[in-house]
């Protein structure tokens, strides 16, 4: 008899853990839910994942600025003046070198479209303004050419080309 009440308290000591146990992982998980799912981008966030923008009314010589994951992004209809002075740049002279055509979508040497975040610090860069026609930022004096590579200053990289692609002739789509 005393046998017997010895496995019937191991079965009950066995369930009192097992039960413990399973309450045990069901608050951690309860708890681990929410701060793993808080990791995942927000909702105003995955709506910006890409943007659609109509270009139809920019002329050669303008800049326009839209938000694409909340920064600026510029997009610059050149004129050939334009890109003629960025493609006769030696690559020796770039600090960060990249030819124009790499920035650009073949046959679409007109649009130039970058990320417009400084690289240096993350300020926003004004446009047609510095020592080489492109971007002037006034925070900490990075100097950026017509092709958004960096030419002066204490930034260590070009403007980034986010990724895009002509959907038509007038409508342009970030990300």
């Known amino acids: 008899m005393a046998e017997n009440k010895k496995k019937s308290g191991e079965t009950r000591r066995d369930f009192i853990v097992l039960s413990a146990s399973a309450v045990a992982g069901v608050g951690a998980a309860s708890f ?3 701060l793993i799912n ?3 981008p927000s ?3 995955l709506a910006m994942a890409s943007t659609e923008v109509d270009i139809a009314k920019v002329e050669k010589g303008q800049a326009i600025r839209v938000m694409w994951r909340g920064k600026p ?3 610059r209809r050149r004129t050939e003046k334009e890109i003629t002075e960025a493609r006769d740049v030696k690559l020796d002279e770039l600090r960060d ?5 790499d920035r650009v979508k073949k046959g679409e040497d007109e649009w130039l479209i970058l990320v417009g975040v400084c690289t240096h610090l993350g300020c926003v860069p ?4 510095g020592d080489y026609g492109g971007w002037f930022c006034p925070c900490h004096g990075s100097h950026y050419d017509t092709s958004g590579r960096i030419r ?3 930034a260590p990289r070009n403007l980034a080309v986010p990724p895009y692609e002509f959907l038509n002739n007038n409508v342009i789509k970030i990300g």
């Open 97 to 101: 070198p990249e030819r124009d055509q």
């Open 38 to 40: 808080s990791l995942n």
């Open 73 to 75: 992004v510029f997009i």
């Open 126 to 129: 004004l446009g047609y303004q």
């Open 43 to 45: 909702a105003d966030v």
């Open 32 to 34: 681990a839910w929410p």
């Open 152 to 154: 002066k200053g204490p």
